[in-house]
């Protein structure tokens, strides 16, 4: 498919053309761009450019690069395209384009090479379409990731043998008083008290099987009990290649006969919290059903569940029965470190633990609990439970903060931090709706909307850049946020376009806001394109009157289309909407 050359406008002379036509003879001979040339038989995308990023020819394959080309879209793309002119061969990997696939857009990713042609006169641009591959190799660290993050929080030791019995993966944290990097590759079978049960230990098992026990010697030589969970692992064949499993030590429920009945006790109690709290999807709601089981089950005067935000202790996000002394929690809190995750304390009141939380292996939450002077302290089961509990709250403490950043993330504008479109319009709302619902003197206050968008930002970019585009952007909600007050509301609701809503203004106040706002602009000047392109504002204002009943979308669109109206009369100017009319609104 051959492309004729691209035209500058439509007074573009004769002898203009005339050249482009004979570089696309001299570049692009039949012999090699023919219907059956050379270069149309390459499986990929083959396009030649000239100067300007002008396409004298492409194949079916390069239509999306030479759509991307031909609209100046792809610096990077414009440059090699430039260097290959000058004589040097160059690369873009990956270049991303969107292509028209069956009436939809679809991402594209080709690796081009970009090659000196014709002496000087073009560039040969050679592409191969890597999407497939792209998105695999995508996948696949994905999926990489998400396993890894899944041993990462586990409490367990997680490990998996080869068809030799020798370990090919540890939990990163290792196991057993070894460093992960010890134990990959050695015999699982060293760890054994007795090597002749080697072939039905858990680390060469062919059935899989739950909670099965085996005595290992840790690094120190001491005998430890491990309860073992287990898959085989096996080939579409059949042939046995290995397991996988996890492990728990439970050495002081076998070494300790006369807190049996007891620990096995706490264990079904553990258990039954921690199935609770899985059961629960909300981090918020496992927090508190933690702290409302533990409060009978040990017996306790009251527990609190605290995150640590930036080292400092924040108010509680789940509590039970009686809060903790906060003079007691704080004077706790200071000694801990992540070498130390408890500590105690005895006074005339009672008794104070304070447990810190970890998420790979960072301090980020305190669960305090305490019991009032005259019951029992603290035993060696209590310190169990709550350091297997832990693990459960660090892992809750770092789903609600994520989940709240992910809240804050989708209703703010990543640039500029103001509200964006959606929290914006979300916040008017509930303004109207309660304007409307509003009851007795004083209760329903007027308020403006002003739409503000920026004069010849496009010129800012095109000359500047988008940094300094991104700076001009922050420079301007700097600016709302200066002329917002308490209850007021400030947005980037896309692209060049802002929004304020300012309470109590009538139609006189926010016209004099909106000329301050005008003279506050003249500031942006300096991130002007040029001189005869300013950047500035143009102000749509709609005057919100609550006892009128209007509705959100009538709001929004009336100050929408006084913006515009500003627009049209020649920029840098404000407009003011007219005041809503119930009857006309109904026609």
């Known amino acids: 498919m051959a492309r004729s050359p691209a035209k500058s406008g439509p007074t573009q002379d004769a002898g203009l053309q005339g050249s482009y036509q004979q570089i696309l003879e001299d570049a692009a001979p039949p012999a090699l761009f023919g219907a059956h040339g050379a270069l149309e038989l390459y499986p990929g995308a083959v396009l030649l450019a000239g100067h300007n990023g002008i396409v004298l020819h492409a194949n079916e394959l ?6 991307l080309l031909t609209a100046g879209g792809h610096e990077e793309l414009r440059e090699a395209v430039r260097a290959a002119i000058l004589g040097t061969a160059a690369q873009v990997n990956p270049l991303v384009v969107t292509a028209i696939e069956g009436g939809r857009s679809v991402e594209r990713a080709f690796d081009v090479t970009v090659l000196p042609w014709s002496e000087g006169t073009a560039a040969l641009l050679l592409g191969r379409d890597v999407t497939l591959e792209r998105s695999l190799r995508s996948a696949l660290v994905e999926s990489r990731q998400r396993y890894k993050d899944l041993v990462e929080i586990s409490n367990d030791f997680a490990w998996e043998t080869d068809a030799e019995g020798r370990f090919a993966f540890v939990s990163p944290r290792g196991a057993l008083g070894y460093q992960a990097s010890e134990l990959v590759g050695r015999p699982a079978s060293d760890l054994l008290l007795d090597g002749k049960l080697a072939d039905r230990s858990p680390f060469t098992a062919k059935e899989p099987f739950d909670e ?12 430890l009990c491990l309860l073992s969970t287990v898959l085989p692992l096996t080939a579409d064949g059949g042939a046995w290649l290995g397991a996988r499993g996890v492990c728990r030590d439970i050495t002081e429920l076998r070494c300790h006969e006369a807190e049996l009945a007891e620990a096995q006790n706490r264990e079904r109690l553990f258990s039954y919290i921690v199935n609770m709290v899985r059961r629960e999807l909300e981090p918020q709601r496992m927090l508190t059903a933690t702290a409302e089981a533990l409060l009978p089950a040990l017996a306790l005067t009251g527990i609190s569940i605290h995150a640590l935000i930036e080292g400092e ?3 509680p996000l789940a509590q039970a029965g009686q809060a903790v002394d906060s003079h007691d929690l704080s004077a706790l809190s200071e000694v801990l470190t992540p070498e130390k995750l408890t500590a105690e304390l005895e006074r005339n009141s009672g008794a104070v633990l304070i447990r810190a939380t970890q998420f790979r292996d960072e301090m980020n939450g305190l669960l305090c609990v305490w019991r009032a002077s ?4 603290w035993n060696q089961e209590d310190r169990s439970l709550l350091n297997n509990i832990s693990g459960q709250v660090g892992l809750a403490i770092e ?6 950043e992910m809240e804050v993330l989708s209703m703010t504008d990543p640039l500029t931090g103001l509200d964006n479109r959606r929290s914006f319009t979300a916040k008017l709302e509930k303004r109207v709706a309660a304007d409307s619902d509003a009851k007795g003197p004083g209760a329903l206050i007027p308020g403006a909307l002003i739409y503000v968008d920026l004069d010849n930002f496009k010129q800012v970019n095109d000359t500047h850049g988008h940094q300094t585009g991104d700076e001009a952007l922050l420079d301007v909600a700097a600016l ?11 947005a980037r609701l896309g692209g060049d376009e802002f929004a304020l809503f ?3 203004m009538d139609h006189a106040k926010a016209e004099r806001k909106g000329e301050q706002l005008l003279k506050l602009a003249e500031r942006l000047r300096g991130y002007s394109g040029d001189a005869d392109h300013p950047l500035g504002f143009s102000l749509g204002i709609a005057i919100h009157e609550p006892r009128k009943g209007e509705s959100l979308e009538s709001l929004l669109r009336r100050a929408d289309e006084a913006m515009y109206g500003a627009k049209r009369s020649g920029k840098n100017a404000l407009r003011l909407a007219a005041a809503y009319d119930r009857r006309k609104a109904a026609d």
Do not use: C, F, H, N
Not at 212 to 223: L, M, N, Q, T, Y
Not at 374 to 377: A, E, L, V
Not at 480 to 490: F, M, P, T, V
């Open 62 to 67: 390069a239509t999306p690069i030479a759509t």
């Open 212 to 223: 099965a026990e085996i005595w290992v010697r840790d690094a120190a030589g001491e005998s």
């Open 313 to 315: 202790i924040g108010q």
């Open 374 to 377: 005259g019951g029992r302290g």
């Open 399 to 404: 789903q609600l903060a994520r989940q709240t």
């Open 480 to 490: 709302l946020k200066e002329q917002s007050r308490s209850g007021d509301l400030a």
């Open 502 to 504: 300012l309470e109590g």
